[in-house]
């Protein structure tokens, strides 16, 4: 099964998780929700003042319930459907490690998380 947006070859599970998501440009600020996320990249629904171009990079803050913040540098690649589609170019080792535990508690499996890990470096 595909999608319009290119799950048909999605190597790293996504899972659908509450959080606030902010973006900055060098010129702009969006505020907006998170729809799901992996260890790749995010998918947010579309701020209503969108402005940005496929291709471009960003800051992404992510909030999720409990005031666990993820920060990252990401560049979005896919636009459809009202939402966009974020890969992950930097991410630091504390935000990484908060993201790699919030996936563990979610997949509920560590032999899965631990074949994606190693998909990272593939």
Same mark, same amino acid.
Request: glycine residues 16%.
């Given at each position: 099964m595909s999608d &319009? #947006? +290119? *799950?048909?070859r999605r190597r790293f599970r996504r899972f659908p998780i509450e959080g606030s998501v902010r973006l900055y440009s060098g010129q702009a600020m969006w505020s907006t929700s998170l729809v799901d996320m992996s260890l790749r990249g995010v998918l947010v629904e579309r701020p209503q003042d969108w402005? +940005?171009?496929? +291709? &471009?990079?960003y800051r992404?803050?992510?909030r999720l319930e409990g005031g666990v913040m993820i920060?990252?540098?990401?560049? $979005?690649s896919r636009l459809a459907n009202g939402h966009?589609?974020?890969a992950c170019l930097?991410?630091? #080792?504390?935000s990484f490690a908060r993201l790699k535990r $919030?996936?563990? $508690? *979610?997949?509920? *499996?560590?032999?899965?998380l631990n074949r994606e890990l190693s998909a990272l470096g593939a």
């Open positions: &319009s #947006l +290119g *799950n048909e402005t +940005g171009e496929l +291709g &471009s990079r992404l803050d992510l920060a990252m540098g990401v560049e $979005l966009l589609g974020f930097k991410i630091d #080792l504390d $919030l996936i563990e $508690l *979610n997949l509920g *499996n560590t032999e899965i």
